[in-house]
């Protein structure tokens, strides 16, 4: 079955971090987009034919092998490949055949995939598995495209039961015309036997951080702005708050609060009784969210931090003086 031919031509350190993880989410999905055209719904370019071809492959005449259904491939179901041949010469490629093997081998990195999608000649390239499919092709006329479709049984196929389980398989499609190889292309299918491939577990976590400053605590104003709407430390924990996030807490923050007493602005009182409500896992960064990986190369045996707090403790701003307690640097 074949078609038609066709004729074609100031910002914190957290700040950072959140824009380097939408970078990081975007560069993993863009790497799985490209696996899965690679191995599922595009082919690689032509590859050079066979080892003892008779005749070399024609320059100009290119192969792409397409699976249908998104590349995806489950138990029972018959494999559907459109074999694109492109005919970039001057000259029309004769009616032949198309020769369809596969590779049962689960290529199961991404290295794997590229190896296979690789255009060079190698003597992985060579092994291209049992063929499963053959169909005949008509004439291809010069800077046409013709594509034509093959359909193997689910049983030819075989995979149920193959070794590796869940993953890409090669597809190497082969176009004979006029008694000489004129191409070979490659793609693949995904295999998926029904068991959801085991997952990566990951952790995220999220710290929660202002912009340094030179004094041991944070004033009542800069509180006052980082915890209004809208402020920094609003906007860090509503991201994290009753999400999977680990959540690391500069301890500067928390007993800048707790030393202001009856001083400290309502709106990061407030954050502070949301943060000690909020779900999620947390742990303390070092003080003033200070480089631990400097720290530790500078051969310091402790993270730095204040030792002594209570001299920044206002007695009048406490309703009960001279029972104030030192600042805790934990909600």
């Given at each position: 079955?074949?078609?038609?031919?066709?004729?074609?031509?100031?910002?914190?350190?957290?700040?950072?971090a959140?824009?380097?993880?939408?970078?990081?989410?975007?560069?993993?999905?863009s790497?799985?987009?490209?696996v899965t055209?690679?191995?599922?719904?595009?082919?690689?370019?032509?590859?050079?034919?066979?080892?003892?071809?008779?005749?070399?492959?024609?320059?100009?005449?290119?192969?792409?092998?397409?699976?249908?259904?998104?590349?995806?491939?489950t138990p029972?179901?018959?494999?559907?490949?459109?074999?694109?041949?492109?005919?970039?010469?001057?000259?029309?490629?004769?009616?032949?055949?198309?020769?369809?093997?596969?590779?049962?081998?689960v290529?199961?990195?991404?290295?794997?995939?590229?190896?296979?999608l690789?255009?060079?000649?190698t003597?992985?390239?060579?092994?291209t598995?049992?063929?499963?499919?053959?169909?005949?092709?008509?004439?291809?006329?010069?800077?046409?495209?013709?594509?034509?479709g093959?359909?193997?049984?689910?049983?030819?196929?075989a995979?149920?039961?193959?070794?590796?389980?869940?993953?890409?398989?090669?597809?190497?499609?082969?176009?004979?015309?006029g008694?000489?190889?004129?191409a070979?292309?490659?793609?693949?299918v995904?295999?998926?036997?029904?068991?959801?491939?085991?997952?990566?577990?990951?952790?995220?976590?999220?710290?929660l951080?202002?912009?340094?400053s030179?004094?041991?605590?944070?004033?009542?104003?800069?509180?006052?702005?980082y915890?209004?709407?809208g402020?920094?430390?609003?906007?860090?924990?509503?991201?994290?708050?009753?999400?999977?996030?680990?959540?690391?807490?500069?301890?500067?923050?928390?007993?800048?609060?707790?030393?202001?007493?009856?001083?400290a602005?309502?709106?990061?009182?407030?954050?502070?009784q949301?943060?000690?409500?909020?779900?999620?896992?947390?742990?303390?960064l070092?003080?003033?969210?200070?480089?631990?990986?400097?720290?530790?190369?500078?051969?310091?045996?402790?993270?730095?931090?204040?030792?002594?707090?209570t001299?920044a403790?206002?007695?009048?701003?406490?309703?009960?003086?001279g029972?104030?307690?030192?600042?805790?640097?934990?909600?």
């Amino acid at each position: 079955m074949h078609a038609a031919p066709r004729h074609d031509a100031g910002p914190t350190r957290t700040d950072r971090a959140l824009r380097s993880i939408r970078l990081s989410a975007r560069r993993t999905i863009s790497t799985l987009v490209c696996v899965t055209v690679a191995a599922g719904t595009l082919a690689a370019g032509t590859v050079a034919g066979p080892s003892t071809p008779a005749h070399a492959a024609t320059d100009g005449v290119t192969l792409t092998v397409t699976p249908a259904a998104e590349g995806i491939l489950t138990p029972g179901e018959d494999l559907a490949v459109t074999v694109s041949v492109v005919n970039a010469t001057d000259a029309a490629v004769p009616a032949g055949r198309i020769d369809l093997d596969l590779n049962r081998t689960v290529l199961d990195t991404r290295a794997k995939v590229d190896g296979w999608l690789d255009t060079a000649s190698t003597d992985q390239n060579t092994r291209t598995g049992p063929r499963i499919g053959r169909t005949d092709t008509p004439e291809v006329p010069a800077g046409g495209t013709v594509d034509v479709g093959i359909t193997v049984p689910s049983a030819t196929v075989a995979l149920q039961g193959s070794r590796g389980g869940f993953g890409p398989r090669g597809l190497t499609a082969e176009l004979e015309a006029g008694g000489a190889d004129v191409a070979t292309g490659r793609g693949a299918v995904v295999w998926s036997p029904g068991a959801d491939p085991t997952p990566t577990p990951v952790a995220a976590v999220m710290p929660l951080t202002v912009p340094p400053s030179a004094s041991d605590f944070i004033d009542a104003e800069a509180l006052a702005t980082y915890t209004a709407t809208g402020g920094t430390l609003t906007r860090q924990l509503d991201a994290v708050s009753g999400r999977p996030v680990a959540v690391g807490i500069d301890p500067r923050i928390i007993a800048s609060i707790r030393i202001l007493g009856a001083d400290a602005p309502a709106s990061a009182v407030e954050w502070l009784q949301r943060l000690r409500e909020m779900p999620n896992e947390t742990f303390a960064l070092a003080w003033a969210d200070a480089d631990v990986a400097v720290q530790a190369q500078a051969g310091a045996a402790t993270l730095l931090a204040p030792t002594d707090t209570t001299y920044a403790v206002q007695a009048s701003r406490f309703a009960a003086p001279g029972s104030t307690p030192a600042p805790s640097s934990t909600p």
